[in-house]
């Protein structure tokens, strides 16, 4: 692993844990959340125990179930929606999980390069180079520094890689930063662009 420091970009040498590539997941999912249908996630739940209810009002009045069974099917159908809401995050971590041991994704080994116009990322075999125009956002944390293309696809730095929690700060503002003046460029010229008269 390294953290060399040019005079006007970066280089980094490292390899991905587990542990990390898990963390750059749940970025994503929380970035994801921003999409999600509320009226959806929240509201079918809503539908589904007032449909409930009344079937076990229904029940009741009819002599078909006691006051106390129909209570007791209400609290199952809620513990099993829990249960079942559960059960499929745990096996969809337990299914990544999986998929970066299969990949091999742990010897891997990652370089990255960064400077004032371009990034550029090498692994074996395969090489991609891209300007800042590309990423979308930067997000710093304690164990990794992620720069996000899109709200679900995206890279990133291990904190490993870095001296101290102060230098990988300072590289995440310098990525924010490069981010920033690229967008504020981007909508410069998007504005000074002339528009071709109507014919």
Same mark, same amino acid.
């Given at each position: 692993?390294?953290?060399?420091?040019?005079?006007?970009?970066?280089?980094?040498?490292? !390899?991905? +844990?587990?542990?990390?590539?898990?963390?750059?997941?749940?970025?994503?999912?929380?970035?994801?959340?921003?999409?999600? %249908?509320?009226?959806?996630?929240?509201?079918?739940?809503?539908?589904?125990?007032?449909?409930?209810?009344?079937?076990?009002?229904?029940?009741? %009045?009819?002599?078909?179930? +006691?006051?106390?069974?129909?209570?007791?099917?209400?609290?199952?159908?809620?513990?099993?929606?829990?249960?079942?809401?559960?059960?499929?995050?745990?096996?969809?971590?337990?299914?990544?999980?999986?998929?970066?041991?299969?990949?091999?994704?742990?010897?891997?080994?990652? !370089?990255?390069?960064?400077? %004032?116009?371009?990034?550029?990322?090498?692994?074996?075999?395969?090489?991609?180079?891209? &300007?800042?125009?590309?990423?979308?956002?930067?997000?710093? +944390?304690?164990? /990794?520094?992620?720069?996000?293309?899109?709200?679900?696809?995206?890279? *990133?730095?291990?904190?490993?890689? *870095?001296?101290?929690?102060?230098?990988?700060?300072?590289?995440?503002?310098?990525? &924010?930063?490069?981010?920033?003046? +690229?967008? /504020? /460029?981007?909508? %410069?010229?998007?504005?000074?662009?002339?528009?071709?008269?109507?014919?």
């Amino acid at each position: 692993m390294s953290n060399a420091t040019e005079a006007s970009g970066f280089h980094f040498e490292f !390899q991905v +844990t587990r542990a990390e590539d898990r963390v750059f997941r749940n970025l994503a999912g929380k970035n994801l959340k921003a999409f999600i %249908d509320r009226r959806i996630s929240v509201g079918a739940p809503l539908v589904a125990n007032f449909l409930i209810i009344v079937w076990a009002c229904t029940a009741v %009045d009819r002599g078909w179930l +006691t006051p106390g069974g129909a209570f007791g099917s209400l609290m199952w159908f809620i513990l099993g929606y829990y249960f079942a809401f559960f059960v499929i995050g745990w096996s969809s971590r337990r299914m990544l999980d999986r998929l970066f041991e299969l990949r091999g994704a742990a010897r891997i080994r990652w !370089q990255v390069a960064f400077d %004032d116009v371009s990034i550029v990322i090498r692994t074996p075999g395969n090489e991609s180079r891209m &300007s800042w125009s590309a990423i979308a956002a930067v997000k710093d +944390t304690d164990t /990794l520094v992620a720069l996000w293309y899109n709200a679900r696809i995206g890279f *990133f730095i291990p904190a490993t890689v *870095f001296a101290d929690s102060a230098s990988r700060i300072a590289f995440a503002e310098w990525a &924010s930063e490069h981010v920033r003046r +690229t967008a /504020l /460029l981007s909508s %410069d010229t998007s504005a000074k662009s002339p528009v071709s008269p109507a014919s």
